[in-house]
């Protein structure tokens, strides 16, 4: 029944992702001063959720509060953290084998024969600790309207585990496009000359 939840999750986190936003609504980006990041489904969800707000506080482009009526965005979504064992194993070998012969019928008997066999076989076995996060959020104004959306994913990284690694993931391409609908758009290239 996990492995469902999880793959179902999974999946409906992809259709999220792939689903183009409104450039109208990417626009509204500037106006969102106050988010409630709500609960989060999924297993172990609740602890990312506090690493998400830590790291969404830490861009200080908004207020994050504990109270969704006082919020002008809520952030929701799904995410899961587990960790899991993955096994690994190897058999690697050499093998050959010779033979050789010559015998007569008849009523004379006698033959040569002979043979070589060589043989050397390796196993290894290894099993390796391994930690995933993922989530897939978006964040919605007071009408219900989807003005952002991201879905990220993590093994970890090189100073941070999965999970805070996934939070300062959402919080970056939130102030990456924050920013960018922040800047004048620039008038089209018409590429034509003037006559």
Not at 81 to 99: A, Y
Not at 102 to 122: F, P, Q
Not at 127 to 145: F, I, P, Q, T
């Amino acid at each position: 029944m996990k492995n469902y939840l999880f793959f179902a999750l999974i999946l409906s986190a992809a259709a999220f992702a792939q689903s183009p936003v409104p450039a109208s609504t990417i626009h509204a980006l500037p106006e969102v001063r106050r988010i409630y990041v709500a609960e989060l489904t999924g297993e172990q969800a609740a602890s990312l959720r506090d690493l998400i707000i830590a790291s969404l506080d830490s861009t200080k482009l908004f207020v994050l509060t504990d109270n969704p009526d006082r919020a002008d965005t809520i952030l929701k979504g799904a995410a899961d953290d587990h960790t899991f064992e993955q096994t690994l194993d190897i058999q690697e070998g050499i093998s050959t084998r010779q033979s050789a012969g010559k015998g007569t019928s008849g009523i004379k008997s006698g033959g040569t024969y002979g043979g070589l066999s060589v043989s050397d076989t390796e196993y290894h076995h290894s099993k390796e600790r391994k930690h995933e996060s993922y989530a897939a959020v978006r964040l919605v104004n007071r009408d219900g309207d989807v003005l952002w959306s991201t879905t990220q994913e993590s093994q970890g990284a090189k100073f941070r585990g999965a999970s805070a690694d996934v939070a300062a993931k959402i919080a970056h391409q939130l102030s990456l496009d924050y920013d960018r609908a922040r800047r004048p758009a620039t008038a089209p290239d018409t590429g034509g000359n003037a006559r």
